[in-house]
């Protein structure tokens, strides 16, 4: 049992070491260019991972505010505008979003009340523990824009390897991924997110990675990841 718990310190310390790189939060940039045009990313593609940051939940919960309040000034300046959509005050993008913001938030305030008061409490996890670790995706913009466009939320869980098996093994299981309401996928495909997450999870070569969690409550993903993309790397 102890080796068991050393084991997911270890897999735990291993993901959070990345926070050490620094991650810097600056304010959204519009969707288009002074000039009109479109704004332009390229994924790393020989190392996607170098496109995803590990963050702490305290600058998830930064990023996704300020996402949810360009979301609501965008709906204050319509309403005064009387520039409002057939359907209502939101669009479809923003209250996938805004949905979206609430669990990640949901989440965050979750797993705050379980914090550890000591680092011998953290040491001691227990098996049943389902640390959460939190993404930002910021591709490299060919505007020099730093931004990230996504947040990834994913749980690092052990359960057995095969049904019935002694065997433990560690997955990352993706529970949630959120947009910014600035992103366009004309912009930069979100496909190159999920390659991200694949060749980092490749990379620390110490999880499973499941989307199974996200396919479950997010159709867009898993028409966007699977059906259109069905070996998840195809271009």
Request: with cysteine.
């Amino acid at each position: 049992m102890m080796k068991m718990n050393m084991n997911m310190n270890m897999k735990i310390l291993r993901f959070f070491i990345l926070l050490s790189l620094g991650f810097p939060v600056l304010s959204l940039m519009p969707k288009k260019l002074p000039n009109g045009g479109a704004r332009g990313f390229v994924p790393n593609l020989e190392n996607p991972r170098e496109d995803l940051k590990a963050i702490s939940a305290g600058t998830a919960l930064l990023i996704s505010k300020n996402w949810m309040q360009n979301i609501l000034l965008d709906v204050m300046v319509r309403r005064r505008s009387n520039d409002l959509s057939p359907s209502g005050e939101f669009v479809y993008d923003d209250l996938h979003i805004v949905s979206c913001i609430q669990e990640l938030q949901k989440d965050i305030e979750e797993s705050q009340k379980k914090l550890f008061t000591s680092w011998v409490d953290t040491l001691n996890i227990n098996d049943n523990a389902k640390p959460i670790i939190y993404f930002a995706w910021k591709p490299k913009s060919l505007q020099g824009f730093n931004e990230v466009l996504f947040l990834v939320v994913a749980i690092l869980v052990k359960e057995p390897c095969e049904p019935d098996s002694d065997e433990q093994c560690f997955y990352l299981d993706v529970k949630n991924v959120i947009q910014s309401p600035f992103w366009d996928e004309k912009e930069i495909n979100s496909i190159y997110l999920k390659r991200s997450l694949i060749d980092q999870n490749n990379f620390t070569n110490e999880t499973i990675l499941r989307f199974d969690k996200l396919y479950e409550t997010n159709l867009r993903y898993r028409l966007a990841w699977e059906t259109w993309f069905q070996d998840g790397m195809r271009d």
